[in-house]
């Protein structure tokens, strides 16, 4: 590939061990001194704010008819998991269908559709190797039979599960399976699954070309006006874009990794995208905010705004909405 199209702000160790930055070149760099900050020192100056309770993720009977169709439709699983029939294939973006998150958090709600009940998946999509992206688990379930797109350097990771159907991309690289057109596309964010790999796998989003439309899973990622700007310079038709809006809080520690629902609003308008696909909220307690916090945020965020409900979706746990050429349709305000 041309050198344009490679992974910037990439350098090597003098062992050839590779290590990511973000394309302004920049990666949060929290260690353990930060997150004992965190974890410690803000509860104990009452800067930790607590969840009142009481909330519980809204969640319904997915669509089993329209799932199993060929028509295109988009499913929230819960986190960033996302069932998306586009092309003719069925695509799940980083997939968990685990109860918790190793010893860590428990999920707050059952998955929108139970693995055992969904349609053969044709392909996975993987942004990162942060454990709540990447679940070996799940991807064991799932088996060997769908084909797993990942950022470059993530592959060993679930080859080592005994899942040999991998392709690797670098930032702007494409694959094609059929109709649909798998592109990895950069992220505000960075890697780690133990101590001594930090930043030595890339991470990024999708972008998903089919003839329905273009879909966009942005993974996991901090706002950056760089990084949305240029997706949306390149792909300046995308109609879905699946933004997470929450984990920002606290922000001092959060937002160089993660967005809040404000910056998932300006995120979109950067994308100018027909449609904002909340994520990332809801399914696992990982931050300060409340449970129920971020969709109401935004909910506020796009009353504000002007943008109405049809453009902006926040999905129950489970809920199915049917894509196609009336999305396209939409004059983007």
């Known amino acids: 590939m041309p050198a344009s199209s490679r992974p910037r702000a990439f350098r090597v160790y003098a062992a050839g061990v590779p290590v990511y930055t973000n394309l302004d070149g920049t990666t949060p760099d929290k260690g353990l001194v930060d997150i004992l900050k965190w974890q410690i020192g803000d509860r104990l100056s009452g800067r930790r704010r607590r969840d009142p309770g009481g909330f519980v993720t809204p969640r319904r009977a997915h669509d089993d008819a329209l799932l199993r169709s060929q028509h295109a439709s988009l499913t929230w699983i819960g986190h960033a998991t996302f069932a998306l029939r586009i092309g003719g294939k069925l695509l799940v973006t980083d997939p968990i269908w685990s109860d918790r998150l190793g010893l860590a958090s428990a999920r707050l709600c059952e998955p929108g559709v139970a ?92 972008v998903f070309e089919a003839p329905e439309g273009i879909a966009y899973h942005a993974g996991d990622t901090a706002m950056s006006e760089r990084v949305f700007g240029e997706i949306g310079a390149r792909y300046p038709g995308i109609d879905w874009a699946m933004l997470p809006i929450g984990a920002y809080d606290p922000p001092w520690f959060m937002q160089p990794q993660h967005m809040g629902p404000e910056e998932a609003l300006r995120a979109f308008e950067l994308l100018g995208a027909r449609h904002l696909c909340a994520m990332h909220w809801g399914t696992f307690k990982l931050t300060d905010e409340p449970v129920g916090e971020p969709p109401e945020r935004l909910r506020a965020a796009c009353a504000a705004a002007s943008l109405s409900e049809d453009r902006a979706w926040i999905f129950d746990v489970g809920e199915t909405r049917a894509l196609g050429s009336a999305a396209r349709s939409q004059a983007i305000t």
């Open 115 to 206: 693995l055992h009940a969904m349609p053969k998946i044709d392909v996975v999509t993987v942004s990162h190797a942060h454990f709540d992206h990447l679940d070996l688990p799940t991807l064991r379930r799932i088996g060997p039979d769908a084909l797993y797109v990942v950022p470059r350097d993530v592959g060993d990771i679930v080859r080592g599960a005994g899942l040999r159907n991998v392709v690797e991309l670098g930032w702007w690289e494409t694959h094609r399976v059929g109709d649909v057109a798998i592109t990895l596309v950069p992220a505000q964010h960075w890697s780690m699954r133990a101590p001594w790999d930090r930043n030595r796998r890339l991470w990024g989003g999708f």
